[in-house]
């Protein structure tokens, strides 16, 4: 017994010792807090009015919050899931027929003391207690959302729960006014103590920021920050052209920018590649970050291995040719996915979460987000056209404003009208960014606008003309197609004489034969 | 010892046909790799979603998801109104219709066996195998006849070709009713039947259906309408004229129909494979400025090699907006022609590629076997396969191959042509635009495979080729073990007539 006892506590050592030098060097691991879990419930994704692109943008909001979301739909809430580890619940109703109906999840919310937040209609007797006031129903109805000198018209509604007559220690955020002439005004959102109410949640425009100020302060995580502006959509099979003169208009005046971008793995050898790249690196030079952004997801098979892969491939060629990816991006699906997530994202540690597609390609679902370092919440920065843009307006999380990669010279125009009119700030990388993307085998840096790779500074601004002679094949393999060209050639001659003296020996042969024939 | 065994040949002959002997003996080989099991047959390498969304069927739900490397026994038959009934519609929809109903009579009315298929295939494949060897040997009962309905059952039961028969590839039908037209036309030719109407009909039905067997098979238009002005010279058959050039042009309108009815998605598929499998390709140098100076910005050479469909992660989305607005738009089978004929060279090598999966008959990159087997995935059989694979040593890669054997399949067939029109024969004639049709092909299919489609899948698309090739080897031997490749009459038989 003594003897098993032993072998078995040697065994234990032994495993750990081996485990020490299997596992991989220790990649920036996210400190791992406590108090940063939250519980999203949801009723129903409500395709039929595509509220799913709300659970996604609330998701983000939460992510960028540093804030480590679970999201559950109510029918696979088991009891127990809402428990201690988690700082607060959100329960968000998209579809005001279904609302909740999960008994188990609202006895357990009930017992549970942490932040709770509810966003949409069917507000519980129990929770408008809680907020210390008194609900209405208001139907079919147009309002006009009111914050901070700035006003959003919102779409019409059919009905709207306001809260009213609340208590002095109750915060409001943001006024809804109706469009009749009496102009009756009610508080948007609401924060009593712990618990938060929503009456709506949309993903865009003034109603997001007030309620990203409202999350924000109930989860007590609000920031300043500048807005990151940032082109989106960009490929290398981008109009290269548009990339450059944008980038170019964009150092002329001063403005810091990101681009967001995909790469290839394979093909990279082609001029086409170089030139990619060499646009990549002015952009590098004029002030600008590069993201690697999510390549499209199609036929999936089920290992991460082919888009890990992929990713070195990716972060490999790109820095071959001097382009230093500072961060990853991905829309904000990748996160709810366990091997999108893991293959992906976390390799970087600085996110820029992009809205979800309209076709989600999930590989392997589970709902459980991570979080980066710092994670940029995005939103089209036409998306805050009603709201007034003054040089000293900061965002509650990490916020880049997006610009798609216009695809044609009017829409560049555009693009910097749009730019030179908006009195925005901009973020600037140079300033206040350190980042880091590690895999197994690469570990590249941006410090404060300087590129490491592998721990050693890198020059961006080298030319292609020598980065072609750095990566030239050589001529071997000229000489040996030029070997089998004259080889086939030869084949060719020769069947083409032995198929000449054939036709002649066959009308030869032809001739003799008759001949035979007229003598008998 | 001789005359016994002379004796006994003759009994042998009196009983068993060649024709007979022949489909006996095919219907045994494959008998066994279909039907006895484990079955054999093809995996999936994409191609059987239409099959199966067309005609109501479904893949069972299964953990393995690598659909190509077995192949699958059993699908699932749908019992609501199937909404996709139309989404492709081909002549493949019968053999499958018909598969199915025998499927739902003797079977399940839920679950589909593919062997159904298998024996639709092989019924109809019986049938032609015969009328096809005996209008290859008639009138004789020769041995030389014997040797003949062997060599049928050599290049015609391959198992290249018969395993096709338990899927849902459209090659399986193509196979079929190729055979069919060869025979009408050969027992046209050498007056099998005493009444011609029901071959011309055979021919013209057979062509029908297998031009509308697949998009892809449009271009077999030309093959079979050239074949149809043998029947022109036929004797004895009123208005005959008239009546061909109807059968001609309806061929000719089944082909422009059936090209015309691909959906968009796969003529995108099919245009951008041609693109990142074709013109990017086999290029000796780098075409991103080749591409640009062809109007279609040259970043979209980085699409080297791409499928449409089967890549995981990718930069940009093949079906997406900014592909087909910056580079499906652009592209077509004009665009296509133009490039390749001032990049003459690059084209002459995408058609030495496409000569050396001329004889790769055999699908290699799916499975034959079922999972249960204990095979590999993608293992390959090599029961039977001995004709097949020796062509595919043999066959020599380079296309100026593939002209010569055209060259000098019709040069030799010409002379026929050329005696019988002297002698105001019809058989030579009608043989040889045969030849013709079915050499056309070998020539033309790598060429249009090529412009439609690139690289992607080219052994499978020349299948048409490698087929027309082999039926010319069968003709070719047969005419010099019957005498008859120039003198259509051997002198002997002159008497006999």
Redesign the interface.
Known sequence: MKNNKFAGSFLVVISLLLLLFIVDPPQPVQAARTDNKVLLVYDSQNNLQKKAKNIDALQRVLTSMNLQIRTVEQADYKKGDLNSSYVGVITMINWRQVGLKNRTFITDRSKFSGIKLHIGNNLLKSEIEALGGSAQDLYRQQFILKNHANTQTLPFSETITVVQNLPKSAKTFGTLSTQQEDQKSYPFGVINGTNGYLPSFRSSGLSLMTEIELIGQLFSRVGKYQPLLTFT?V??????EYIDDLSLYCYKNEIPFAIST???S??TD????D??TAVMRSVENRGGIIFLNA????????SGQ??SN?FSDYLVTLAQHKVFPVGVSAPGYWNQDKILRNNFLDYGDHWLMLPDPEETAFVHQDNKANVATESFFTMPLSSLKEVKKTSTMAFAIPTALTISMP?SKTHVQMVKRELSRSQLTWYDPANNLTTRIATPSTLLEYKYGNYFANGQQEDTQISSSLLNKEFDDGSPK?AM?KYFRVQ?NV??VF?VIV?VV??VF?YLG?RVYWNNFRRK | MSKILKSWCSKFAKRVSPAMFATILVAIISGIILFIPPIKGLGDNGDFYNVLLTNGLYRLPMHYNQLSDYVINKFGILHYYNENHFYTFTSQMISVKLAMFLNKLFYSRTVFDIRFMGLVHYGFYLGGIYLLTKSLVHPFRKVGSYVIAFLVVLILGDSAYTLFFNSFYAEAGMFVLIIYIMAAIMSLARDVYAKNWPMVWLFFVASILLVTSSQANASLTISLVIMAIGLVFLPGFKARRLAVAFGALTIFLAGVGIYFSANEEAVNANKLQAFSQGVLLENTKDPTEDIDRGGVDGQYSLIRGKNYYTDSYTAIKPSGAYTKKHLLKKINVGWTVHYYATHLKQFNNLLDVAATDIPNLQMKNVGDFSRNSGHKPRAQTRYFTLYSATLGAFYPGKYAFDLLIMIGAIGAYAVGFYLDNKRNHYYGIVRFFLVVGLMLALVYIPIYAVITGGEFNLAQRLFMAVTSLNLTILLFVSDIINHTLWHTTPEEDDDEE
Do not use: C, H
């Not at chain 1, 082609?270 to 590649?273: D, I």
């Open positions: 959509n490929t290398p099979y981008s109009n290269l995909t790469s290839v394979q093909n082609l001029k086409a590649f030139r990619f390549p499209e997801v199609s036929n999936a098979d089920n082919t888009l992929k695809d000229a197609s086939g084949f060719m069947f198929t054939l036709l066959i032809q």
